[in-house]
């Protein structure tokens, strides 16, 4: 069963840089879309930012678009998410998830997800 396991959360600046790392493991790899989830406080989760693994076709949250970028390294079966110009409401735990099917990025189409990693934007 595929895993994921996320790194690289922590406490920045407004206005600060974080690169989250999300390590893919397991006997089969079979996945159609990997990404980036969100929950805040009191919120539902959200998705951020998605990448095929077939043709490498970006998704981006309105919200982050210009900020945030998504990138893969097959060979390595690792996913980032290069965060910039972060701001306090990107505070949030941010999840790594997978779908075995789907090549949309809803919550929903979903299969497999990390635990989670947690970053803190604030001054």
């Known amino acids: 069963q595929l895993q994921l396991v996320e790194s690289g959360g922590g406490l920045v600046q407004p206005g600060g840089s974080l690169r989250l790392s999300c390590a893919a493991s397991?006997?089969?790899?079979?996945?159609?879309?990997i990404g980036w989830f969100r929950q805040a406080p009191g919120k539902e989760r959200e998705g951020v930012s998605c990448?095929?693994?077939?043709?490498?076709?970006?998704y981006y949250a309105d919200s982050v678009k210009g900020r945030f970028t998504i990138s893969r390294d097959n060979a390595k079966n690792l996913v980032y998410l290069q965060m910039n110009s972060l701001k306090p409401e990107d505070t949030a735990v941010y999840y790594c998830?997978?779908?075995?099917?789907?090549?949309?990025?809803?919550?929903?189409?979903?299969?497999?997800w990390g635990k989670g990693t947690l970053v803190t934007v604030s001054s």
């Open positions: 397991g006997p089969t790899l079979n996945y159609n879309t």
């Open positions: 998830a997978a779908a075995l099917y789907s090549s949309t990025c809803h919550r929903a189409g979903m299969n497999r």
């Open positions: 990448i095929s693994k077939r043709d490498g076709s970006t």
